[in-house]
Protein backbone atom coordinates (compact mmCIF):
# COMPACT_ATOMS: atom_id res chain seq x y z
CA UNK A 1 0.00 0.00 0.00
CA UNK A 2 1.40 3.26 -0.88
CA UNK A 3 2.33 5.72 2.25
CA UNK A 4 2.06 8.85 -0.30
CA UNK A 5 4.73 11.09 -1.27
CA UNK A 6 5.16 12.31 1.78
CA UNK A 7 7.14 9.00 2.45
CA UNK A 8 9.15 9.37 0.08
CA UNK A 9 12.28 9.48 2.09
CA UNK A 10 11.77 6.65 4.55
CA UNK A 11 10.44 4.51 1.56
CA UNK A 12 13.61 5.80 -0.29
CA UNK A 13 15.84 4.90 2.11
CA UNK A 14 14.07 1.59 3.33
CA UNK A 15 14.52 0.51 -0.92
CA UNK A 16 17.87 1.43 -0.94
CA UNK A 17 18.60 -0.64 2.01
CA UNK A 18 16.28 -3.65 2.01
CA UNK A 19 15.68 -4.10 -1.67
CA UNK A 20 19.40 -3.94 -3.33
CA UNK A 21 17.67 -5.92 -6.52
CA UNK A 22 15.39 -3.50 -7.31
CA UNK A 23 18.38 -0.76 -8.04
CA UNK A 24 19.90 -3.07 -9.83
CA UNK A 25 17.11 -4.08 -11.90
CA UNK A 26 15.49 -0.52 -12.40
CA UNK A 27 19.31 0.68 -13.63
CA UNK A 28 19.86 -1.79 -15.95
CA UNK A 29 16.00 -1.15 -17.76
CA UNK A 30 16.46 2.21 -17.88
CA UNK A 31 19.79 2.52 -18.54
CA UNK A 32 18.93 0.22 -22.09
CA UNK A 33 15.42 2.42 -23.10
CA UNK A 34 18.19 5.36 -22.62
CA UNK A 35 20.09 3.98 -25.08
CA UNK A 36 17.67 2.91 -27.54
CA UNK A 37 15.95 6.10 -27.10
CA UNK A 38 19.41 7.84 -28.03
CA UNK A 39 20.06 5.83 -31.13
CA UNK A 40 15.97 6.40 -32.04
CA UNK A 41 16.90 10.04 -31.69
CA UNK A 42 19.74 10.24 -33.58
CA UNK A 43 17.78 8.70 -36.65
CA UNK A 44 15.80 11.61 -37.00
CA UNK A 45 15.84 15.40 -36.75
CA UNK A 46 14.95 15.19 -33.18
CA UNK A 47 15.54 18.65 -32.31
CA UNK A 48 13.13 20.04 -34.83
CA UNK A 49 10.70 17.44 -34.00
CA UNK A 50 10.91 17.69 -30.56
CA UNK A 51 10.29 22.11 -31.00
CA UNK A 52 7.43 20.75 -33.32
CA UNK A 53 5.43 19.04 -30.46
CA UNK A 54 6.53 21.28 -28.25
CA UNK A 55 4.69 24.10 -30.42
CA UNK A 56 1.50 21.84 -31.12
CA UNK A 57 1.23 20.49 -27.14
CA UNK A 58 1.46 24.24 -25.92
CA UNK A 59 -1.22 25.68 -28.95
CA UNK A 60 -3.51 22.63 -28.20
CA UNK A 61 -3.41 23.20 -24.03
CA UNK A 62 -3.72 26.88 -24.80
CA UNK A 63 -7.19 26.29 -26.58
CA UNK A 64 -7.73 23.31 -24.60
CA UNK A 65 -11.52 24.22 -24.26
CA UNK A 66 -12.18 24.55 -27.59
CA UNK A 67 -10.21 21.43 -28.79
CA UNK A 68 -12.38 19.49 -26.39
CA UNK A 69 -15.30 20.40 -27.30
CA UNK A 70 -14.76 19.31 -31.19
CA UNK A 71 -13.82 16.35 -29.96
CA UNK A 72 -17.12 15.32 -28.12
CA UNK A 73 -19.03 16.78 -31.17
CA UNK A 74 -16.96 14.41 -33.48
CA UNK A 75 -16.63 11.41 -31.00
CA UNK A 76 -20.46 11.72 -30.23
CA UNK A 77 -21.45 12.11 -34.31
CA UNK A 78 -20.18 8.64 -34.35
CA UNK A 79 -22.16 7.03 -31.20
CA UNK A 80 -19.55 7.62 -28.64
CA UNK A 81 -21.19 8.01 -24.88
CA UNK A 82 -18.78 11.04 -23.91
CA UNK A 83 -18.52 12.11 -20.48
CA UNK A 84 -16.70 14.68 -18.26
CA UNK A 85 -15.41 13.92 -14.81
CA UNK A 86 -14.32 16.64 -12.90
CA UNK A 87 -12.62 14.58 -10.11
CA UNK A 88 -11.80 10.68 -9.72
CA UNK A 89 -15.14 9.97 -8.16
CA UNK A 90 -16.81 11.52 -11.28
CA UNK A 91 -15.21 9.39 -13.76
CA UNK A 92 -15.62 6.01 -11.29
CA UNK A 93 -19.36 6.72 -11.61
CA UNK A 94 -19.16 5.82 -14.69
CA UNK A 95 -18.22 2.32 -14.39
CA UNK A 96 -20.80 1.94 -11.40
CA UNK A 97 -23.68 3.16 -14.48
CA UNK A 98 -22.24 0.75 -17.30
CA UNK A 99 -21.41 -2.31 -14.79
CA UNK A 100 -25.29 -1.50 -13.34
CA UNK A 101 -27.03 -1.82 -16.57
CA UNK A 102 -25.25 -4.55 -18.57
CA UNK A 103 -24.39 -6.70 -15.44
CA UNK A 104 -20.59 -7.03 -16.08
CA UNK A 105 -19.16 -9.97 -14.22
CA UNK A 106 -15.14 -9.58 -15.76
CA UNK A 107 -13.11 -6.68 -16.95
CA UNK A 108 -10.17 -6.27 -19.34
CA UNK A 109 -7.99 -3.57 -18.87
CA UNK A 110 -5.22 -2.39 -20.87
CA UNK A 111 -2.27 -0.18 -19.46
CA UNK A 112 -3.78 3.01 -18.58
CA UNK A 113 -1.91 5.21 -16.43
CA UNK A 114 -5.05 6.95 -15.96
CA UNK A 115 -7.13 4.26 -14.70
CA UNK A 116 -4.38 3.74 -12.25
CA UNK A 117 -4.75 7.64 -11.18
CA UNK A 118 -7.96 7.19 -10.58
CA UNK A 119 -8.12 3.84 -8.61
CA UNK A 120 -10.18 2.01 -11.28
CA UNK A 121 -9.17 -1.61 -10.46
CA UNK A 122 -10.15 -1.18 -7.01
CA UNK A 123 -13.30 0.01 -7.56
CA UNK A 124 -14.47 -2.52 -9.85
CA UNK A 125 -13.42 -4.77 -7.23
CA UNK A 126 -15.82 -2.76 -5.36
CA UNK A 127 -18.66 -3.51 -7.58
CA UNK A 128 -17.93 -7.09 -7.81
CA UNK A 129 -16.04 -7.11 -11.18
CA UNK A 130 -12.72 -8.99 -11.74
CA UNK A 131 -10.31 -6.48 -13.33
CA UNK A 132 -7.78 -8.56 -15.58
CA UNK A 133 -4.28 -6.37 -16.20
CA UNK A 134 -3.86 -7.38 -19.89
CA UNK A 135 -0.26 -5.80 -20.28
CA UNK A 136 2.51 -8.53 -19.33
CA UNK A 137 3.94 -6.66 -17.06
CA UNK A 138 1.32 -4.63 -15.79
CA UNK A 139 0.20 -8.57 -15.63
CA UNK A 140 2.93 -9.31 -13.48
CA UNK A 141 2.26 -6.64 -10.77
CA UNK A 142 -1.42 -7.51 -10.66
CA UNK A 143 -0.52 -11.03 -9.55
CA UNK A 144 2.38 -9.39 -6.92
CA UNK A 145 -0.37 -6.76 -5.73
CA UNK A 146 1.22 -4.18 -6.66
CA UNK A 147 1.32 -0.94 -7.92
CA UNK A 148 3.41 0.37 -11.33
CA UNK A 149 7.24 1.16 -10.55
CA UNK A 150 7.43 3.15 -14.26
CA UNK A 151 4.58 4.47 -16.44
CA UNK A 152 6.07 2.77 -19.57
CA UNK A 153 8.18 -0.57 -18.12
CA UNK A 154 5.50 -1.11 -14.45
CA UNK A 155 7.33 -4.28 -14.07
CA UNK A 156 10.83 -2.77 -14.45
CA UNK A 157 11.72 -3.37 -10.47
CA UNK A 158 11.47 -7.17 -10.67
CA UNK A 159 14.26 -9.54 -12.22
CA UNK A 160 13.52 -12.22 -14.54
CA UNK A 161 14.40 -14.71 -11.78
CA UNK A 162 11.68 -12.91 -9.92
CA UNK A 163 9.15 -13.37 -12.76
CA UNK A 164 10.39 -17.01 -13.00
CA UNK A 165 9.34 -17.95 -9.39
CA UNK A 166 6.00 -15.58 -9.29
CA UNK A 167 4.98 -17.78 -12.53
CA UNK A 168 6.22 -21.13 -11.08
CA UNK A 169 3.80 -20.40 -7.97
CA UNK A 170 0.78 -18.72 -9.97
CA UNK A 171 1.16 -20.41 -13.33
CA UNK A 172 3.09 -23.59 -13.16
CA UNK A 173 5.95 -22.98 -15.07
CA UNK A 174 9.44 -24.47 -14.24
CA UNK A 175 11.45 -22.46 -12.54
CA UNK A 176 14.34 -21.88 -15.34
CA UNK A 177 11.54 -21.01 -17.64
CA UNK A 178 12.88 -18.92 -20.58
CA UNK A 179 11.16 -15.67 -20.75
CA UNK A 180 9.47 -16.47 -23.97
CA UNK A 181 7.53 -19.50 -22.27
CA UNK A 182 6.87 -17.54 -19.60
CA UNK A 183 5.61 -15.16 -21.94
CA UNK A 184 3.54 -17.60 -23.78
CA UNK A 185 2.02 -18.89 -20.38
CA UNK A 186 1.12 -15.43 -19.74
CA UNK A 187 -0.52 -15.47 -22.84
CA UNK A 188 -2.38 -18.69 -22.59
CA UNK A 189 -4.17 -17.15 -19.32
CA UNK A 190 -4.83 -13.83 -20.93
CA UNK A 191 -6.73 -15.24 -23.92
CA UNK A 192 -9.31 -17.10 -21.50
CA UNK A 193 -9.90 -13.85 -19.88
CA UNK A 194 -10.65 -12.41 -23.39
CA UNK A 195 -12.95 -14.40 -24.25
CA UNK A 196 -14.82 -13.93 -21.06
CA UNK A 197 -14.79 -10.67 -20.52
CA UNK A 198 -17.66 -8.26 -21.02
CA UNK A 199 -16.04 -5.16 -20.58
CA UNK A 200 -12.53 -3.85 -22.26
CA UNK A 201 -11.05 -0.58 -20.56
CA UNK A 202 -7.95 1.72 -21.86
CA UNK A 203 -6.58 5.06 -22.07
CA UNK A 204 -5.37 7.06 -25.06
CA UNK A 205 -2.07 8.38 -25.55
CA UNK A 206 -3.26 10.89 -28.06
CA UNK A 207 -7.18 12.30 -29.30
CA UNK A 208 -7.43 14.05 -32.37
CA UNK A 209 -9.89 16.89 -32.03
CA UNK A 210 -10.69 17.34 -35.67
CA UNK A 211 -11.60 13.75 -36.44
CA UNK A 212 -12.61 12.38 -32.50
CA UNK A 213 -9.68 9.94 -33.37
CA UNK A 214 -8.55 7.70 -29.87
CA UNK A 215 -5.03 6.57 -30.73
CA UNK A 216 -3.02 3.94 -28.55
CA UNK A 217 0.40 2.51 -28.92
CA UNK A 218 1.04 -0.46 -27.55
CA UNK A 219 3.38 -3.85 -28.49
CA UNK A 220 1.79 -6.90 -27.39
CA UNK A 221 -1.88 -6.51 -29.04
CA UNK A 222 -3.55 -6.48 -25.58
CA UNK A 223 -4.71 -3.02 -26.22
CA UNK A 224 -6.49 -4.11 -29.34
CA UNK A 225 -7.77 -7.01 -27.91
CA UNK A 226 -9.06 -5.29 -24.60
CA UNK A 227 -11.01 -2.25 -27.29
CA UNK A 228 -11.96 -4.70 -29.80
CA UNK A 229 -13.28 -8.29 -28.24
CA UNK A 230 -15.77 -6.80 -24.91
CA UNK A 231 -18.83 -5.62 -26.24
CA UNK A 232 -18.46 -2.32 -24.53
CA UNK A 233 -15.40 0.00 -24.32
CA UNK A 234 -14.66 2.76 -21.56
CA UNK A 235 -11.89 4.52 -22.25
CA UNK A 236 -10.63 7.00 -19.42
CA UNK A 237 -8.71 9.62 -20.91
CA UNK A 238 -6.62 12.93 -19.44
CA UNK A 239 -7.97 16.31 -20.97
CA UNK A 240 -4.66 17.03 -21.49
CA UNK A 241 -4.07 14.28 -24.70
CA UNK A 242 -5.85 16.14 -27.16
CA UNK A 243 -4.04 17.26 -30.38
CA UNK A 244 -5.61 19.49 -32.99
CA UNK A 245 -5.51 17.60 -35.84
CA UNK A 246 -5.34 13.44 -37.28
CA UNK A 247 -2.66 14.44 -39.19
CA UNK A 248 -0.41 15.20 -35.72
CA UNK A 249 -0.64 11.96 -34.94
CA UNK A 250 2.20 11.09 -37.36
CA UNK A 251 4.27 12.72 -35.38
CA UNK A 252 3.32 12.10 -32.23
CA UNK A 253 2.75 8.17 -32.22
CA UNK A 254 6.53 8.48 -33.93
CA UNK A 255 8.13 10.92 -31.41
CA UNK A 256 6.71 9.14 -28.75
CA UNK A 257 7.76 5.44 -29.15
CA UNK A 258 11.08 6.59 -29.90
CA UNK A 259 11.13 8.53 -26.93
CA UNK A 260 10.05 5.84 -25.09
CA UNK A 261 11.57 2.68 -25.86
CA UNK A 262 13.63 3.71 -28.85
CA UNK A 263 11.14 2.07 -31.56
CA UNK A 264 10.69 3.76 -34.62
CA UNK A 265 7.12 3.38 -33.81
CA UNK A 266 4.55 1.13 -31.59
CA UNK A 267 4.72 -2.48 -32.74
CA UNK A 268 0.25 -2.01 -32.96
CA UNK A 269 -1.32 1.76 -32.78
CA UNK A 270 -4.78 1.55 -32.70
CA UNK A 271 -7.32 4.34 -34.23
CA UNK A 272 -10.31 3.88 -32.36
CA UNK A 273 -13.63 6.16 -33.42
CA UNK A 274 -16.65 5.10 -32.28
CA UNK A 275 -18.85 1.72 -31.84
CA UNK A 276 -19.45 -0.93 -34.27
CA UNK A 277 -21.02 0.13 -37.14
CA UNK A 278 -23.56 -2.18 -38.81
CA UNK A 279 -21.45 -3.75 -41.63
CA UNK A 280 -18.34 -4.08 -39.17
CA UNK A 281 -18.05 -7.92 -37.85
CA UNK A 282 -16.35 -7.05 -34.73
CA UNK A 283 -15.70 -3.93 -32.37
CA UNK A 284 -17.58 -3.31 -29.66
CA UNK A 285 -21.62 -2.35 -29.26
CA UNK A 286 -20.88 0.50 -27.06
CA UNK A 287 -17.48 3.08 -26.62
CA UNK A 288 -17.99 5.63 -23.25
CA UNK A 289 -14.40 8.00 -23.79
CA UNK A 290 -14.58 9.63 -20.12
CA UNK A 291 -12.30 13.07 -20.25
CA UNK A 292 -11.17 13.24 -16.85
CA UNK A 293 -10.07 16.61 -15.35
CA UNK A 294 -8.73 15.11 -11.42
CA UNK A 295 -6.26 18.30 -10.86
CA UNK A 296 -5.31 19.04 -14.00
CA UNK A 297 -7.64 22.27 -14.85
CA UNK A 298 -5.73 23.88 -11.68
CA UNK A 299 -2.22 23.04 -13.00
CA UNK A 300 -2.91 24.08 -16.31
CA UNK A 301 -4.11 27.63 -14.56
CA UNK A 302 -0.46 28.02 -12.75
CA UNK A 303 1.23 30.19 -15.23
CA UNK A 304 4.88 28.28 -14.49
CA UNK A 305 3.83 25.09 -14.25
CA UNK A 306 0.97 24.16 -17.32
CA UNK A 307 3.97 23.22 -19.20
CA UNK A 308 3.98 20.21 -17.54
CA UNK A 309 0.56 19.03 -19.14
CA UNK A 310 2.65 18.80 -22.57
CA UNK A 311 3.73 15.45 -21.21
CA UNK A 312 3.32 12.22 -23.57
CA UNK A 313 4.02 9.51 -20.26
CA UNK A 314 6.85 8.57 -22.53
CA UNK A 315 9.07 8.00 -19.44
CA UNK A 316 12.37 9.11 -21.03
CA UNK A 317 12.65 11.42 -17.78
CA UNK A 318 12.69 8.53 -15.70
CA UNK A 319 14.88 6.30 -17.96
CA UNK A 320 17.90 9.08 -17.30
CA UNK A 321 17.41 10.57 -13.89
CA UNK A 322 19.86 9.79 -11.75
CA UNK A 323 17.77 9.57 -8.53
CA UNK A 324 14.79 7.49 -10.12
CA UNK A 325 17.36 4.49 -11.14
CA UNK A 326 17.99 4.24 -7.38
CA UNK A 327 14.50 3.55 -6.12
CA UNK A 328 12.50 3.05 -9.30
CA UNK A 329 9.38 4.55 -8.84
CA UNK A 330 7.52 2.91 -5.53
CA UNK A 331 9.57 5.26 -3.41
CA UNK A 332 7.58 8.29 -4.46
CA UNK A 333 4.02 7.48 -3.28
CA UNK A 334 2.31 8.43 -6.53
CA UNK A 335 1.44 7.22 -9.85
CA UNK A 336 3.63 8.88 -11.88
CA UNK A 337 7.18 8.93 -10.52
CA UNK A 338 10.76 10.19 -11.37
CA UNK A 339 10.88 14.13 -12.89
CA UNK A 340 7.22 13.99 -14.46
CA UNK A 341 5.75 12.94 -11.05
CA UNK A 342 7.89 15.68 -9.33
CA UNK A 343 6.21 18.41 -11.55
CA UNK A 344 2.73 17.29 -11.70
CA UNK A 345 2.04 16.30 -8.57
CA UNK A 346 2.14 19.77 -6.97
CA UNK A 347 0.16 21.10 -9.09
CA UNK A 348 -2.68 18.10 -9.40
CA UNK A 349 -2.63 17.10 -5.80
CA UNK A 350 -1.62 20.41 -4.08
CA UNK A 351 2.25 21.44 -3.50
CA UNK A 352 1.64 19.98 0.39
CA UNK A 353 0.53 16.72 -0.62
CA UNK A 354 2.98 16.57 -2.90
CA UNK A 355 6.06 17.41 -1.16
CA UNK A 356 9.06 16.73 -0.86
CA UNK A 357 8.56 15.50 -4.56
CA UNK A 358 10.37 18.63 -6.11
CA UNK A 359 13.42 17.85 -3.98
CA UNK A 360 13.95 14.18 -5.23
CA UNK A 361 16.54 15.93 -7.88
CA UNK A 362 19.64 16.55 -8.31
CA UNK A 363 18.97 19.02 -10.96
CA UNK A 364 21.31 17.69 -13.18
CA UNK A 365 19.13 18.96 -16.26
CA UNK A 366 19.35 15.65 -18.02
CA UNK A 367 15.45 15.29 -17.90
CA UNK A 368 14.83 18.04 -20.24
CA UNK A 369 17.63 16.97 -22.67
CA UNK A 370 15.39 13.99 -23.47
CA UNK A 371 11.72 15.52 -23.09
CA UNK A 372 10.06 14.85 -26.16
CA UNK A 373 7.94 18.07 -25.76
CA UNK A 374 10.82 20.28 -24.28
CA UNK A 375 9.16 20.43 -21.08
CA UNK A 376 11.72 22.92 -18.72
CA UNK A 377 11.78 20.16 -15.75
CA UNK A 378 14.31 21.31 -13.70
CA UNK A 379 13.10 24.94 -14.02
CA UNK A 380 9.82 23.69 -12.51
CA UNK A 381 11.46 21.44 -9.70
CA UNK A 382 13.22 25.34 -8.92
CA UNK A 383 9.27 26.93 -9.11
CA UNK A 384 8.24 24.40 -6.92
CA UNK A 385 10.93 24.27 -4.10
CA UNK A 386 10.61 28.63 -4.33
CA UNK A 387 6.90 27.94 -3.50
CA UNK A 388 7.38 25.82 -1.06
CA UNK A 389 9.53 28.43 0.61
CA UNK A 390 7.34 31.67 -0.15
CA UNK A 391 4.39 29.12 1.49
CA UNK A 392 6.57 28.01 4.63
CA UNK A 393 6.54 24.65 3.21
CA UNK A 394 10.23 24.30 3.07
CA UNK A 395 12.17 22.66 6.09
CA UNK A 396 13.47 25.28 8.30
CA UNK A 397 17.21 24.10 8.33
CA UNK A 398 16.76 25.05 4.37
CA UNK A 399 16.09 28.50 5.01
CA UNK A 400 18.45 28.88 7.65
CA UNK A 401 21.41 27.15 5.66
CA UNK A 402 20.75 29.69 2.45
CA UNK A 403 20.60 32.83 5.41
CA UNK A 404 24.11 31.53 6.84
CA UNK A 405 25.88 31.35 3.19
CA UNK A 406 23.74 34.56 2.24
CA UNK A 407 25.55 36.26 5.13
CA UNK A 408 29.24 34.53 4.64
CA UNK A 409 28.72 35.38 0.84
CA UNK A 410 28.17 39.45 1.86
CA UNK A 411 30.72 39.76 4.12
CA UNK A 412 34.46 38.91 2.20
CA UNK A 413 36.09 38.27 5.31
CA UNK A 414 33.93 35.96 7.21
CA UNK A 415 33.76 33.74 3.51
CA UNK A 416 37.59 33.76 3.39
CA UNK A 417 37.93 32.58 7.05
CA UNK A 418 34.57 30.16 6.71
CA UNK A 419 36.67 28.71 3.42
CA UNK A 420 39.83 28.21 4.80
CA UNK A 421 37.62 26.66 8.41
CA UNK A 422 36.21 23.74 5.22
CA UNK A 423 39.58 23.36 3.99
CA UNK A 424 41.50 22.38 7.28
CA UNK A 425 38.54 20.15 8.18
CA UNK A 426 39.16 16.36 7.82
CA UNK A 427 35.66 15.77 5.93
CA UNK A 428 36.36 11.93 5.74
CA UNK A 429 36.99 11.47 9.47
CA UNK A 430 34.02 13.80 10.93
CA UNK A 431 31.62 14.36 7.72
CA UNK A 432 29.59 10.87 8.34
CA UNK A 433 28.17 12.51 11.29
CA UNK A 434 26.95 15.85 10.10
CA UNK A 435 23.47 16.41 9.42
CA UNK A 436 22.96 16.03 5.01
CA UNK A 437 26.52 15.55 4.61
CA UNK A 438 26.52 12.28 6.73
CA UNK A 439 23.44 11.10 4.33
CA UNK A 440 25.28 12.20 0.88
CA UNK A 441 28.37 10.42 2.35
CA UNK A 442 26.72 6.94 2.99
CA UNK A 443 27.11 6.46 -0.74
CA UNK A 444 30.02 8.49 -1.63
CA UNK A 445 33.51 9.87 -0.57
CA UNK A 446 33.96 13.34 0.18
CA UNK A 447 37.10 15.02 -2.14
CA UNK A 448 40.07 16.28 -0.88
CA UNK A 449 39.74 20.60 -0.73
CA UNK A 450 42.04 22.28 -2.58
CA UNK A 451 45.15 23.38 -0.46
CA UNK A 452 44.71 27.04 -1.50
CA UNK A 453 41.83 29.01 -2.04
CA UNK A 454 40.16 29.89 -4.99
CA UNK A 455 40.76 33.82 -4.53
CA UNK A 456 44.64 32.80 -3.67
CA UNK A 457 44.42 30.62 -6.69
CA UNK A 458 43.23 33.28 -8.98
CA UNK A 459 45.53 35.88 -7.99
CA UNK A 460 48.46 33.49 -8.49
CA UNK A 461 47.15 32.83 -12.55
CA UNK A 462 45.38 29.61 -12.40
CA UNK A 463 46.61 27.28 -15.14
S1 LIG B 1 8.02 14.89 -18.78
FE1 LIG B 1 8.79 14.67 -20.91
S2 LIG B 1 10.29 12.98 -20.79
FE2 LIG B 1 9.04 12.88 -18.89
S3 LIG B 1 7.41 11.41 -19.36
FE3 LIG B 1 6.62 13.47 -19.85
S4 LIG B 1 7.06 13.76 -22.04
FE4 LIG B 1 8.31 12.04 -21.35
Redesign the pocket.
Known amino acids: MSRGPGAYRAEAARSLRDDPGVRDSVGSATRSFDTHRAKAYAEIDSERWRDWARDVKTHALTHLAEYLEQAETRLTERGVQVHWAETDRDALAVLDAVVGRHGIRTAVKAKSMVSEELGVNEHLERLGVRPIETDLGEYIIQLLGEPPSH ?1 VGPAIHKSLDDCRVLFHERLGTPLDAPPDRLAGAARDALREAFLAADLGISGANFVAADTGTLALIENEGNIRLSTSLPRVHVAFVGIEKIVPHFEDLAGFLQL ?1 AR ?2 TGQPIGNFVSLIQGPRTGDEIDGPEEVHVVFVDNGRTALLEDDEAWE ?1 L ?9 NICPVYRQTGGHAYGWTYS ?3 GA ?1 IAPGMLGLKQALPLPHASSLCGA ?1 AD ?6 P ?1 PDLLVYWRERAVEGGLAPLSEGLGAKMYAGLAERPGAFAAAAALMRHTPWKAVGRALPVLGGWMQERSAPEPSPKAFRRLWEEGIE
Open positions: ITAAARCVRCGACLGPLICVCPVRII
